[in-house]
């Protein structure tokens, strides 16, 4: 037999850690790496946050799991705290993102469905999409990676070109029941919708009584600066998935909506056995703790003013690596003129943890906790690793 005992899906490098400490993994070794890869944007609180970790252990030692055949006071309290900060009236939880997409594309379904207007069935998603790796959320996406031998694959989502507005103008019809949309796609590059693409999305939702379902799974929960992304937009959609950061590690997701969109989610039309169990609603609740005290928000905005100043003041000193970087908060995209997986790989070996996203970008997504010191050590990291860079040579 030569394959693994661990399915053999990921192609994983050899950083081996074994514990967090804020912003820091160390391996058994007692290797360091500064992580500004976040588990991909999940630890935004950093390793081992004694608020997080008191909580969860609090739970654990209380309450773990019942079963929604329950009443489970956790949920309705969590899901009352997140309609309090968001555009939504109602909230069903999830264990991970795509299942939180999943719930949304349902939603939106059922939605036409109790209007009478089954035929909307169609979901209008973009170019370099990511919503996950089950086999409706595959179909959303164009990346050629993704859906490979998992053909044929549900044909009812349409894929656009991102941040055409005049395309999807042109492709909305009577089948179209709504439209899914990163507000910056992460694992295609750190690419931000324009203004006008949203706003201009927001509009022709309205105009033709179809469902706007942002995908806030990377960018959601204060990663941006902002609670959620769109509030820097100032739209709001009629459906959202978040999951990612609002477990702060622990895994859990949840799909949002507005009491008009959620229409045809009644009793019978979704589940799940463990989604909203006790132990990651007292996660999400510890992660909310931090990230709506008062002066959060403003210091992850002057943390990435801060970090992308440093940025660009690195770049012309290495212009043969660097081109630019973009983004929004701590959600940045270091955009590089060679191949940035190889220069993620190269930069762990001189102590940072980042991750390469498409388009030649390097993700840099630190926990929201980072402090100054931490970013003027990411930059002399990535300055050392650029410095003693070879991009190998180009086939
Ligand atoms: C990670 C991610 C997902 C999928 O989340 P999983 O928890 O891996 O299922 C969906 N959408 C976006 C934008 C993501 O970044």
Not at 34 to 49: C, E, R, T, Y
Not at 348 to 373: C, T, Y
Request: glycine share 10%.
């Amino acid at each position: 037999m030569t394959i693994t005992a661990l399915m053999p899906v990921y192609g994983r490098c050899d950083v081996e850690p074994v514990r967090g400490e804020g912003c820091y993994l160390y391996d058994a070794q007692g290797r360091e790496w500064l992580d500004f890869a976040s588990g991909i944007a999940v630890n935004l609180l950093g390793h081992s946050h004694p608020h997080l970790v008191g909580a969860i252990q609090k739970q654990a030692a209380t309450l773990m799991h019942t079963s929604n055949l329950y009443k489970v006071p956790a949920q309705a309290a969590l899901a009352e705290r997140l309609v309090g900060l968001t555009f939504a009236d109602t909230v069903f939880f999830t264990n991970s993102g795509a299942e939180a997409i999943e719930c949304a594309v349902k939603t939106c379904r059922s939605f036409h469905y109790a209007h009478g207007n089954p035929e909307k069935f169609r979901i209008l998603t973009f170019s370099n999409a990511f919503h996950g790796r089950t086999l409706a959320t595959i179909s959303a996406t164009n990346q050629e990676k993704m859906r490979k031998g998992f053909e044929p694959l549900p044909d009812w989502f349409h894929v656009l070109p991102f941040n055409d507005l005049d395309a999807v103008a042109a492709a909305i019809d009577s089948s179209i029941g709504g439209i899914l949309v990163e507000p910056i796609q992460g694992e295609g590059g750190i690419r931000p919708a324009t203004p006008e693409f949203l706003t201009g999305l927001r509009k022709l939702c309205d105009e033709h009584g179809i469902l706007l379902i942002l995908d806030e799974v990377q960018c959601g929960v204060a990663r941006t600066g902002t609670l959620f992304a769109h509030e820097q937009y100032g739209i709001t959609p009629d459906i959202m998935a978040i999951a990612k950061g609002i477990g702060g590690g622990f895994p859990v997701g949840a799909c949002l909506a507005t009491e008009h969109a959620a229409a045809g989610m009644v009793i019978g039309t979704h589940g799940s056995t463990y989604g909203g169990n006790p132990l990651a609603m007292a996660a999400c609740q510890a992660v909310l703790d931090i990230v709506t005290e008062p002066a959060f928000l403003a210091q992850v905005r002057e943390s990435s003013t801060r970090f992308v100043a440093a940025l660009e003041q690195m770049i012309p000193n290495h212009d043969t690596i660097f081109e630019s970087v973009r983004g929004m908060g701590l959600m940045l995209g270091l955009k590089l003129k060679t191949d940035s997986r190889a220069f993620v790989a190269h930069a762990r070996s001189h102590g940072i943890l980042a991750v390469a996203a498409g388009d030649n970008v390097v993700r840099l997504l630190p926990p929201l906790i980072i402090e100054e010191h931490h970013i003027r050590e990411a930059v002399d990291k990535l300055s050392a690793a650029a410095a003693a860079y070879v991009p190998a040579a180009a086939a």
